[in-house]
C-alpha cells in the first residue's frame, strides 16, 4: 500500500525524514529548515510511505519565469515547479528507496511544468530529459598542497604559482563568526551574480550568515576582495558560493588564489572529496576535477505541450566542455604540456 502525504513547512515532517536523505545534506531537516528562514519560496515537502515504512522523500517550490532556453540562445520563460532544492547545488530534490516510479506518478499529476534537477541518467517515460551542469568532482589523494602542486604537470604548476605569488600580498582570514559576514562581502557576491552566464536564484544577505558554514575571505589591508563558502560534509568538502571584486581580480588573481585555497583546506583537512559544483567549469577542471554528469527531466500536465518538450529536451541541454584537461602528470605519458593548458 502506497501513501504520499505532504507538508507546509519542514517543521511538520516524520521524524524519520532524516534517515531516509542520506548524505544528501540539502535535503536534511536542519538545512531544509535553514533555507525556509533565509529564503521562503513557498516550499511543500512530500513524503511517501510503503506498507507504512518511509521510503521516499522529495520537496517542491515554485519559479515565476524560469528560462528554459538558458543553456542556449533562445528565452523560453515558464512558471515552474522545481523538484529541486531551491539553492544552486549539485544534489536533487528528491531522495527514493523503491518507490521512485510512484513518486514520479504523483509528480506527473501536479498541474503545469514540473522540472526535476540533477539526477543521474534513466529512463523515465513521460518526462523530457536534457542534460544540465555537470558538477566538477576533486579527488583527493595527496598528502599535501605540495604534494598537489608537485603532481602537476608543468603548465599548470606553473601557471597556479604565478596566481600564488600575485596574490602573495592578499590576507586570507577564516571567519570565526558568519554573522559578521558584511555588506562589502555580499556585494562580491553580487558581482559575481550579475556576471553570470546561467543566473539560477540570487540569495539574500542571510544565507551567507548561516552558521553551518566555513567562509574564509582574502584582503588588501581592510579591504575584502574575495571570499569563499564552503559547507562540511562528512568526507566531502562543498564549494558553496564565491564572491570576487572584478577590480582587483586581474592584479591579485584573486579568483584562482581562491580556488587553490579551496584545494589546499580540502588536502589538509582530509575530505576525500571537493564537490566544487556546477559552474565555471573550465577553471575547475583544470584543477584536476572531472565530470560527473547530471540529467534534468521536464513533465506537462498538457499533452500536447509535454510532447513538444520531449521533442525539444536534447536541444536545450547543457553544452558541456569536450576538452581533455590532462592535469597531472602520467595522465597523458609524459609532463609536458597537453591539450587545454592552463
Known amino acids: 500500500m502506497i501513501e504520499i502525504f505532504n507538508y507546509e513547512s519542514i517543521k511538520q515532517v516524520p521524524q524519520e525524514w532524516d534517515s531516509i536523505v542520506g548524505d544528501n545534506i540539502y535535503m536534511t531537516t536542519q538545512f531544509l529548515s535553514f533555507m525556509e528562514d533565509v529564503d521562503d519560496c513557498h516550499q511543500r515537502y512530500y513524503a511517501l510511505y510503503k506498507d507504512g515504512q518511509l521510503d521516499t522523500v522529495f520537496m517542491t517550490y515554485e519559479r515565476k519565469r524560469y528560462n528554459l532556453g538558458m543553456f542556449t540562445k533562445i528565452n523560453l520563460y515558464q512558471d515552474m515547479t522545481f523538484v529541486y532544492v531551491p539553492l544552486s547545488v549539485t544534489c536533487p530534490g528528491i531522495v527514493y528507496n523503491q518507490c521512485l516510479q510512484q513518486a514520479l506518478d504523483y509528480i506527473k499529476k501536479m498541474k503545469g511544468p514540473k522540472i526535476l534537477l540533477n539526477l543521474e541518467d534513466m529512463d523515465l517515460k513521460g518526462f523530457a530529459k536534457g542534460l544540465t551542469c555537470p558538477k566538477c568532482i576533486f579527488t583527493n589523494r595527496f598528502s599535501s598542497f605540495e604534494d598537489y602542486l608537485g603532481s602537476l604537470r608543468s603548465n599548470y604548476r606553473r601557471r597556479y604559482k604565478q596566481a600564488l605569488k600575485k596574490s602573495q600580498d592578499l590576507t586570507l582570514t577564516y571567519l570565526e563568526n558568519n554573522a559578521d559576514f558584511t555588506e562589502e562581502m555580499y556585494n562580491c557576491y553580487l558581482q559575481v551574480y550579475n556576471k553570470s552566464r546561467v ?31 564552503l559547507l562540511e560534509n562528512g568526507s566531502e568538502l562543498i564549494f558553496e558560493f564565491v564572491g570576487v571584486d572584478y577590480a582587483y581580480n586581474a592584479q591579485y588573481d584573486v579568483y584562482h588564489r581562491i580556488l587553490l585555497e579551496i584545494v589546499r583546506y580540502g588536502i589538509e583537512n582530509g575530505f576525500k572529496t571537493i564537490d566544487f559544483g556546477q559552474t565555471a567549469d573550465e577553471s575547475k ?54 591539450a587545454g593548458s592552463a
Request: a positive charge; hydrophobic letters at 35%; one cysteine or more.
Open 199 to 229: 543566473k539560477i536564484e540570487k540569495l539574500p544577505i542571510s544565507f551567507f550568515r548561516g552558521d553551518i558554514f566555513k567562509i574564509f575571505t582574502l584582503s588588501k589591508e581592510d579591504k575584502v576582495v574575495g571570499f569563499c563558502q
Open 285 to 338: 577542471l583544470k584543477l584536476g576535477s572531472k565530470y560527473t554528469y547530471l540529467y534534468a527531466y521536464l513533465h506537462h500536465s498538457n499533452w500536447v505541450k509535454n510532447k513538444i518538450n520531449q521533442l525539444l529536451g536534447k536541444f536545450l541541454s547543457y553544452k558541456y566542455l569536450t576538452t581533455k584537461f590532462d592535469v597531472f602528470k602520467g595522465e597523458n605519458g609524459n609532463d609536458e604540456s597537453a
